[in-house]
């Protein structure tokens, strides 16, 4: 199964070509797998029912909250790892350095093996271009 991709303009920022326009891809999402359906993949293919495997999830939630907000890398095996990274303003003096610098905090996952290699050998499609409806001549009731 290949990735649907469509090309966007956008102005490059900084460096040599700054200012310019240029055309990149951008990922083109077929649609969601959200909680219940994932439930019920996952119970498919084990000895566990939807509900327990929500109950699971939900719970590794919970604990992943605790654990991240303790400073702690969540090494989920082979799926990969969750930590916290910062964003903060700079100050001139490390002396003027506070918590108040820090910005916010973000969520970064490294993904295990499997998934990298899954990333890596990824096909690309673009998607095909919109083609504009032909104008009707019906007359339509409003």
Same mark, same amino acid.
């Given at each position: 199964?290949?990735?649907?991709?469509?090309?966007?303009?956008?102005?490059?920022?900084?460096?040599?070509?700054?200012?310019?326009?240029?055309?990149?891809?951008?990922?083109?999402?077929?649609?969601?797998?959200?909680?219940?359906?994932?439930?019920?993949?996952?119970?498919? !293919?084990? +000895?566990?029912?939807?509900?327990?495997?929500? &109950?699971? $999830?939900?719970?590794?939630?919970?604990? /992943? %909250?605790? *654990?991240?907000?303790?400073?702690?890398?969540?090494?989920?095996?082979?799926?990969?790892?969750?930590?916290?990274?910062?964003?903060?303003?700079?100050?001139?003096?490390?002396?003027?350095?506070?918590?108040?610098?820090? !910005?916010? +905090?973000?969520?970064?996952?490294?993904?295990? &093996?499997? $998934?990298?290699?899954?990333?890596?050998? /990824? %096909?690309? *499609?673009?998607?095909?271009?919109?083609?504009?409806?032909?104008?009707?001549?019906?007359?339509?009731?409003?």
């Amino acid at each position: 199964m290949s990735l649907k991709f469509r090309k966007v303009q956008r102005k490059v920022l900084s460096g040599v070509d700054a200012g310019k326009t240029k055309t990149y891809a951008s990922a083109k999402a077929n649609g969601y797998c959200d909680l219940k359906k994932l439930c019920k993949l996952i119970s498919a !293919r084990s +000895a566990m029912s939807s509900a327990d495997v929500k &109950a699971i $999830l939900d719970s590794l939630n919970w604990v /992943m %909250d605790v *654990e991240l907000q303790s400073g702690n890398i969540v090494q989920l095996g082979e799926f990969g790892n969750f930590r916290l990274s910062l964003s903060s303003e700079g100050t001139d003096k490390e002396e003027a350095f506070t918590a108040s610098n820090i !910005r916010k +905090a973000k969520i970064v996952f490294f993904p295990g &093996a499997s $998934l990298r290699q899954t990333r890596d050998t /990824m %096909d690309y *499609e673009q998607e095909k271009p919109y083609e504009k409806e032909k104008e009707c001549n019906r007359t339509h009731l409003d």
